[in-house]
Every structure is written in C-alpha cells, then in structure tokens.
C-alpha cells in the first residue's frame, strides 16, 4: 500500500526559504515517478512544481522561475523540494504525488497521471 506524508509546510516571509519533505511506503523510486504539485485554493487546478522520474530525470515550472528544485532520497524513500526566494504567489498548499504507470520515457506532468497523493502541507507567504 502506498502511503505519502508530508512536511516542513508553514509561514515564512518574501524571500524566504523551505524545505518540503514527503516520506513514501510501498514504494521503490526506481520504479515510480514523484512530483511536487500545488493548490491556491478550493476549486483551483492543481499545477506541477516540480516532478523527478524514476530514471531521476527532472522537469521544474518554468513559471516558477527557479524557486524550487526537487530531489529525492532513494535509500531513505523520501522526496524534497527546497523552496528559495519565495513570493506571495507561491501560498498554497503542497501535494507530493506518485505514479507507477511506465509512460516509455515520457515524464508526467499532469496530476491525472498520478495515483497517489499525500494529504499536503500549507506553504504560506507573507509580504
């Protein structure tokens, strides 16, 4: 069964920094993809931050303009994403996600794509 938790969620200040953890089970990162997506609010789409392939190949929001950069942890099964130089735009509240589907060397980006989700962890920004 897999399971997904995160942490390191919480309030920091324009331009400040934060770690986000996501311990999984019932997973090998060899053989599934991560990703990092967010939610502004109710009823907002849910957009990617950042996702690592199970190959360890990247792809971070462009639009995000290198806020964020995602790596993961095989042995210890945990997936992070360090946030710097944050902004009021970047309050949301952050899902880890994980997929098994094998897309033959395409990375997913769309949350449709994954399977599991965590329960998030709220990142807000104040000015």
């Known amino acids: 069964q897999v399971q997904l938790v995160e942490s390191g969620g919480g309030s920091v200040e324009a331009g400040g920094s934060l770690r986000l953890s996501c311990a999984a089970s019932?997973?090998?990162?060899?053989?599934?993809?991560m990703g990092w997506f967010r939610q502004e609010g109710p009823g907002k789409d849910r957009e990617p931050v950042a996702?690592?392939?199970?190959?360890?190949?990247?792809i971070h929001s462009v639009v995000m303009k290198g806020r964020f950069a995602i790596s993961r942890d095989v042995a210890k099964t945990t997936l992070y994403l360090q946030g710097t130089g944050l902004q009021p735009e970047d309050t949301a509240m952050y899902y880890c996600?994980?997929?098994?589907?094998?897309?033959?060397?395409?990375?997913?980006?769309?949350?449709?794509?994954?399977?599991?989700w965590g329960q998030g962890t709220q990142v807000t920004v104040s000015s």
């Open positions: 019932g997973v090998s990162f060899n053989a599934i993809d």
């Open positions: 996702v690592i392939d199970r190959y360890g190949r990247t």
């Open positions: 996600a994980a997929g098994d589907v094998d897309w033959r060397g395409y990375i997913p980006l769309r949350p449709s794509q994954y399977s599991y």
